[in-house]
């Protein structure tokens, strides 16, 4: 058993994430250097144990613990995909961040935080105890307060509590979730829970702890109100990683190892249809560049949800296709929008427009990106909403269906807004500059992304194919 | 091993005796430079000889040490003095606070330094005494021996808030001293004894199964008195204006450690001798809901650094309150561990706040802000502390709290869990607005020259931030070791 590969694809980012800020002392080159080598060593790793996974014999490590604790790490299919994921994306938005965040202080702890999210983003998807998995979740929100407050205005910081504040609270609902599953079976440990019934109340408890970290209706205003900060952490935290935290918990507790009660299949889809109308509808008018993104989050966490709680092989595929494809298109999306925002100095799309000519390459990025949001094909996210809308078809929901096909339409409207508002008509910033050319790179590198996965969709897909057969 | 084992519990009698004495004999002038030291000394002392005591005792598969001081205890019905890994954990989280104190003292204290130090010994001695004690009685007075050293301290400068401060904690002490000497009085007068191996739920109800309504009253007597050295709601308000007025290691000790021993411990010791009784327990359990509650929402208010440590330490206390009340081993596990993880952060805090005062010469946070810059050490201490008090993974303050919310499910209190597990958001709450007003949040321009602090203060920090990390990260080995023990 490599039982080591899981262990150092936690530990290295989690403790080389300490060693950053000495680093960050002698010199910054090699600081950035050791941020980029530590997010780059944990994707490294998720591919290594990418073989095992896929051969249906995870590599693992197992502790037994006091108390029905236990320490557990296991690189199954699902916790392989999503470390794949987001240490990915992670890499790109590190590569851009060496541009953004240089003129600004404390870059120590900005890439301590953001390395130390990513080692609790790899103990979160590999760990096979709830308590553990209640640990990262709350390191995942301290790293996010951190960030979000990076600025250190009175309004960041305000909102940084907010954010905190929010999940934290979730968090703790899921907890005495947690506590009472344990007073039923005596243990923390996921593998031996597989296949127990769980009450409806634990259900609804969890829930909580799920919706605020995904940020779903109601629970979603913190997102939003996030953008205060720098754009690679809203890119990193509030698209690519962090939000997919609570839909990530969903298919590894309730579709991967509880057995919940069958009203869930149709109570969840209703909470996701709720907050992806009402989200499109406030990305619909609102005016700030990095509000509409992120209201568009909120409304495509709910096609990831709604995917997983199908309940059907074809949602359930698409719900993590989604994953995949929304944290490219959108980690590339909220990047595009730092360009623009970085080098305008406002947010606000209505003093905005015709930037496509002085940024022609992010213009491009930008569109692409919103192609793959908007589901049009042959892009990565076309397949993921198509699965997921089948899926609720499968699932016998025609009525939620339509629903999402109209929240699909929105998606489509909102984002062509944008598009317009910023990059076509009369220009507004004659002399805007575009950026660094590693911020650049790393929009255009995410772009392509999104297309090529699109093309070679079979590859992830028979991987999410996989996990719902080891589900 | 044996005999090391057996030589140990005289190391908490005749330390600080022996410090105390030798404090006095040398002439002040040349012991004015080392006092502290001597103090930090006998603290470090004290800590290694408990962590020491713990293992061999722990290894020896015995219960208890029986000794006496110039008295044999092998005769039948001799009063003897013990240890057990009850007051051995917590001797050593005397110990530890104590060397945090000292460390802070050696910066902060400048005028009575030989004083300090020899009130520091009374305090120790009083602390160790109550925790030694097999007797209501003694323990009563091991008690108040604390609480007038504690006196002492805060008032030793007279500055008029310490004064203030000092007299409100004499007057709500003298209550409690009224309230428990009532107490025991009534419960002699029904068993004829104060011994613990004496009393118990049994004993008080006697041959008819029936108890007196006098015991009930003796109870409840001792519960308030209790409470009130534990700055449990609603007899808190002592507690924030004592130790915000006493100089910053004073504070250190009372709010990392004497609330613990003079409050809590008597709880531990009230729930193991009547725990059979449902209503003690379920007062204690109340009291604990109370305090939480009332420190908490205090906490959120205040403007004053340390008095914000002081109302969060009335929280926390309700949390070991719970522990206790739980009223079984892992209960009690949870709680100790309480008292352990609250003791490191909440030094960590109050060094904090000494590093503050000496370097801005205010506390108000009103008028701090991102001070994480210029006191970076100070800054990342302040935050391991106030994630771990705010009980999130993987820092101390968490597995304590989970133990004792766990305990207290399986206790069958499911709503005071729930209770407790929400309430812990108010924490999170007054130390995400400390933290905003004082590192986090935008620059106060008046203290661009502020330099972070050097020294002892800067080392105890250090060091304190490892414990609230370390602890938390090798808590899976301390659980893995209680369980080796058997006590969990």
């Known amino acids: 058993m490599n039982g080591w590969i899981p262990v150092l694809c936690v530990l290295v980012p989690l403790l080389g994430a300490c060693a950053l800020p000495f680093a960050g002392k002698r010199s910054p080159k090699i600081r950035n250097a050791l941020a980029l080598a530590l997010v780059a060593a944990a994707f490294a790793f998720s591919l290594a144990s990418l073989p095992a996974a896929l051969a249906g014999e995870p590599l693992a490590v197992r502790v037994k613990l006091p108390l029905g604790l236990s320490f557990g790490l296991v690189a199954d299919a699902l916790a392989v995909f999503m470390a794949l994921t987001s240490s990915l994306v992670a890499a790109v938005i590190v590569i851009y961040s060496f541009?953004?965040?240089?003129?600004?202080?404390?870059?120590?702890?900005?890439?301590?935080?953001?390395?130390?999210?990513?080692?609790?983003?790899?103990?979160?998807?590999?760990?096979?105890?709830?308590?553990?998995?209640?640990?990262?979740?709350?390191?995942?929100?301290?790293?996010?307060?951190?960030?979000?407050?990076?600025?250190?205005?009175?309004?960041?910081?305000?909102?940084?509590?907010?954010?905190?504040?929010?999940?934290?609270?979730?968090a703790l609902v899921m907890l005495a979730g947690f506590l009472g599953i344990y007073a039923q079976t005596g243990t923390f440990d996921l593998e031996a829970m597989k296949g127990f019934p769980l009450p409806a109340w634990a259900v609804v408890l969890i829930l909580f702890g799920i919706l605020s970290k995904s940020a779903t209706f109601p629970l979603h205003s913190w997102l939003p109100d996030a953008g205060v900060a720098p754009s690679p952490v809203t890119s990193l935290l509030h698209a690519a990683v962090l939000v997919k935290?609570?839909?990530f918990a969903y298919a590894r507790l309730f579709v991967g190892t509880f057995v919940i009660p069958e009203i869930f299949a149709l109570a969840v889809p209703v909470i996701a249809a709720l907050s992806a109308l009402l989200s499109a509808g406030l990305a619909l008018r609102a005016n700030d560049i990095k509000r509409v993104i992120a209201y568009s989050t909120v409304s495509q966490l709910a096609f990831i949800l709604l995917g997983i709680s199908s309940g059907t092989e074809e949602g359930f595929v698409g719900g993590l296709l989604y994953i995949l494809a929304h944290a490219v298109a959108k980690g590339g999306l909220f990047l595009c929008a730092g360009i623009v925002e970085h080098s305008v100095h406002t947010k606000d799309i209505t003093k905005m427009g015709g930037l496509a000519k002085r940024f022609p390459l992010t213009a491009i990025a930008f569109a692409l990106c919103a192609a793959s949001v908007m589901g049009i094909p042959?892009?990565?996210?076309?397949?993921?909403?198509?699965?997921?809308?089948?899926?609720?078809?499968?699932?016998?929901?025609?009525?939620?269906?339509?629903?999402?096909?109209?929240?699909?339409?929105?998606?489509?409207?909102?984002?062509?807004?944008?598009?317009?508002?910023?990059?076509?008509?009369?220009?507004?910033?004659?002399?805007?500059?575009?950026?660094?050319?590693?911020m650049v790179a790393s929009v255009v590198a995410l772009a392509a992304l999104a297309l090529l996965l699109g093309l070679a969709i079979n590859l992830p897909g028979s991987l999410a194919a996989l996990i719902w057969e080891a589900m | 091993m044996s005999s090391i084992l057996n030589g140990i519990p005289y190391v908490f009698v005749a330390a600080p005796l022996f410090a105390f004495i030798l404090n006095n004999a040398v002439p002040r002038e040349r012991m004015r430079s080392h006092a502290v030291a001597l103090s930090g000394g006998v603290a470090a002392l004290q800590l290694a000889a408990a962590i020491l005591g713990f293992a061999l005792l722990a290894a020896s598969g015995r219960g208890e040490v029986r000794f006496g001081l110039f008295w044999s205890v092998d005769a039948a019905g001799a009063a003897y003095l013990r240890v057990n890994l009850v007051s051995l954990f917590l001797l050593l989280c005397v110990g530890f606070v104590a060397l945090a104190s000292a460390l802070t003292a050696a910066k902060t204290i400048d005028d009575h330094r030989c004083s300090f130090a020899n009130l520091f010994m009374a305090l120790l001695l009083g602390m160790n005494g109550m925790l030694l004690a097999t007797d209501l009685f003694t323990l009563y007075v091991f008690l108040e021996i604390t609480g007038t050293a504690s006196f002492v301290l805060i008032a030793m400068y007279k500055s008029s808030k310490g004064l203030e401060g000092a007299f409100k904690y004499l007057t709500m002490s003298a209550l409690a001293t009224i309230m428990m000497l009532t107490g025991l009085a009534l419960l002699f007068m029904h068993t004829g004894s104060l011994a613990f191996a004496d009393l118990g739920a049994a004993a008080l109800s006697g041959a008819s199964?029936?108890?007196?309504?006098?015991?009930?009253?003796?109870?409840?007597?001792?519960?308030?008195?209790?409470?009130?050295?534990?700055?449990?709601?609603?007899?808190h308000s002592w507690l924030p204006d004592a130790h915000q007025s006493a100089d910053t290691a004073v504070s250190i000790l009372l709010s990392g450690i004497v609330?613990?021993?003079?409050?809590?411990?008597?709880?531990?010791?009230?729930?193991?001798?009547?725990?059979?009784?449902?209503?003690?327990?379920?007062?204690?359990?109340?009291?604990?809901?109370?305090?939480?509650?009332?420190?908490?929402?205090?906490?959120?208010?205040?403007?004053?650094?340390?008095?914000?440590?002081?109302?969060?330490?009335?929280?926390?206390?309700?949390?070991?309150?719970?522990?206790?009340?739980?009223?079984?081993?892992?209960?009690?596990?949870?709680?100790?561990?309480?008292?352990f993880s609250h003791a490191a952060f909440k030094s960590t805090l109050f060094s904090g706040a000494a590093a503050l005062h000496e370097q801005l010469g205010t506390l108000d946070i009103e008028q701090m802000g991102g001070l994480q810059k210029n006191m970076p050490v100070t800054g990342f201490a302040s935050v391991t502390s106030f994630l771990s008090a705010a009980g999130v993974p993987p820092f101390a303050g968490f597995w304590s709290k989970l133990l004792i919310l766990i305990s207290l499910w399986q206790a069958g209190w499911i709503g005071l869990s729930a209770a407790a597990l929400g309430l812990s958001i108010l924490t999170g709450a007054y130390f995400l607005r400390l933290q905003k007003k004082v590192f986090f949040g935008p620059r106060n321009p008046r203290w661009d020259d502020v330099k972070e602090i050097g020294g002892t203060i800067?080392?105890?920090?250090?060091?304190?931030?490892?414990?609230?990390?370390?602890?938390?990260?090798?808590?899976?080995?301390?659980?893995?070791?209680?369980?080796?023990?058997?006590?969990?």
């Open chain 2, 458 to 488: 800067r080392a105890s920090q250090i060091v304190l931030s490892a414990v609230n990390l370390g602890a938390g990260l090798c808590f899976p080995l301390v659980l893995l070791y209680l369980q080796s023990i058997g006590l969990i």
């Open chain 1, 99 to 170: 541009g953004y965040v240089r003129e600004y202080d404390n870059q120590n702890e900005y890439y301590m935080m953001v390395v130390l999210f990513i080692g609790a983003m790899m103990g979160l998807v590999h760990t096979t105890n709830l308590i553990f998995l209640y640990m990262f979740w709350e390191l995942s929100a301290v790293c996010c307060w951190r960030l979000i407050g990076f600025y250190r205005e009175e309004i960041a910081v305000a909102r940084a509590n907010k954010a905190y504040f929010v999940t934290v609270a979730g």
């Open chain 1, 378 to 438: 042959p892009f990565s996210g076309f397949f993921a909403k198509y699965l997921v809308i089948d899926g609720m078809l499968a699932a016998g929901h025609p009525l939620l269906a339509a629903v999402f096909i109209i929240g699909a339409v929105m998606t489509v409207l909102y984002l062509a807004r944008l598009f317009a508002k910023v990059f076509l008509g009369p220009p507004a910033f004659p002399d805007a500059k575009e950026g660094t050319s590693g």
């Open chain 1, 245 to 247: 935290i609570g839909v």
């Open chain 2, 259 to 339: 609330i613990k021993i003079a409050g809590a411990y008597g709880f531990i010791v009230l729930v193991e001798l009547f725990g059979d009784l449902y209503a003690v327990r379920l007062s204690v359990a109340a009291l604990g809901v109370a305090t939480i509650a009332f420190g908490a929402l205090l906490a959120l208010v205040q403007t004053h650094f340390k008095r914000i440590a002081a109302y969060s330490s009335v929280s926390q206390v309700g949390y070991i309150l719970f522990g206790i009340a739980a009223g079984s081993p892992l209960g009690l596990v949870g709680a100790l561990l309480h008292v």
């Open chain 2, 209 to 235: 199964g029936e108890m007196d309504i006098l015991c009930y009253g003796a109870l409840a007597l001792l519960i308030s008195g209790f409470a009130i050295k534990a700055g449990a709601a609603p007899f």
